[in-house]
C-alpha cells in the first residue's frame, strides 16, 4: 500500500515546492547592523537631553531669550520707518507716557500763592510835631499846636518859620512810616497838602499860611 502511494506521489510534476531552500526558513531573521541596533537608544537620550534643557530654560528663564527663527522673520517682516516722516508720528517715550497716564489727581499739588496785604499804619500820637507860622499872626502857631494836644498828640512844638515858605499851608512827613499821621495832622488842622520832605529835621512839620 505504501509502496502504491510513493509511486503516486512519484507521477506528479515537480515544482519549487518541492525542493526546499538550504538552511533556516521561516521568522527567522538575519544579523542585524550596529548603528540600526543602537538608533533607538540615540533617540531615547536625544529625547531626554532635550526635555532636561526644557525644564532648566523654564525655571532659569533662559527659555525667554532664546530666539527662534520664526520670531526672527516676524521681526523682519515689520515695515522700516519711511524717512522723511514727521517726528510727531514717533512713539512717546516711557517718561512721557508716564506723565500723559497720570490723571491730575496723581500730580501734586502746588500750594496757591495769595498776596500779603501790607502792613496797615497807624497814627503815632507820640511823634514829634513841630508847627511854624507863616503868616505874620503873632500866636499863631501856638494856636494850632494846642489843637493837636486836645488831639492826644503829647510832643507838640511851635516857633515861626524861617525857612523857605511855601505856596499853601502843607503838611510834611519824613519818613513813609509817618504818612498816617501826618495825614491825621492835616485833617485835624484843616490842611489839604500832605508832602514827603527829606530836607526836614522832625518827623513831621506844619508850615502855617494864609
Avoid: C
Wanted: net charge neutral.
Amino acid at each position: 500500500m505504501a509502496r502504491k502511494e510513493e509511486n503516486a506521489a512519484d507521477s506528479y510534476e515537480k515544482d519549487a515546492f518541492d525542493t526546499p531552500p538550504a538552511g533556516p526558513v521561516g521568522v527567522h531573521r538575519g544579523k542585524q547592523a550596529f548603528s540600526r541596533r543602537a538608533m533607538p537608544f540615540v533617540v531615547v537620550v536625544v529625547i531626554a537631553a532635550l526635555a532636561g534643557l526644557l525644564v532648566w530654560g523654564i525655571y532659569s528663564g533662559e527659555i525667554a531669550k532664546i530666539h527662534m527663527p520664526w520670531q526672527s522673520a516676524a521681526t523682519s517682516s515689520q515695515p522700516a520707518s519711511t524717512p522723511g516722516k514727521s517726528s510727531a508720528t514717533a512713539a512717546p517715550s516711557d517718561s512721557q507716557s508716564q506723565t500723559a497716564s497720570q490723571s491730575p489727581s496723581d500730580q501734586p499739588s502746588q500750594p496757591a500763592q495769595t498776596s500779603q496785604p501790607a502792613p496797615q499804619q497807624t497814627v503815632n500820637k507820640a511823634a514829634a510835631v513841630q508847627v511854624l507860622n507863616a503868616t505874620g499872626v503873632t500866636g499863631y502857631a501856638a494856636q494850632k499846636a494846642a489843637v493837636l494836644t486836645q488831639n492826644g498828640y503829647t510832643s507838640v512844638t511851635a516857633a515861626n518859620s524861617t525857612g523857605q515858605i511855601p505856596a499853601a499851608s502843607v503838611v510834611w512827613y519824613q519818613n513813609e512810616t509817618d504818612q498816617t499821621t501826618a495825614q491825621d495832622v492835616a485833617n485835624a488842622l484843616g490842611i489839604a497838602n500832605v508832602e514827603q520832605s527829606q530836607q526836614i529835621g522832625t518827623p513831621i512839620v506844619v508850615v502855617l499860611l494864609n
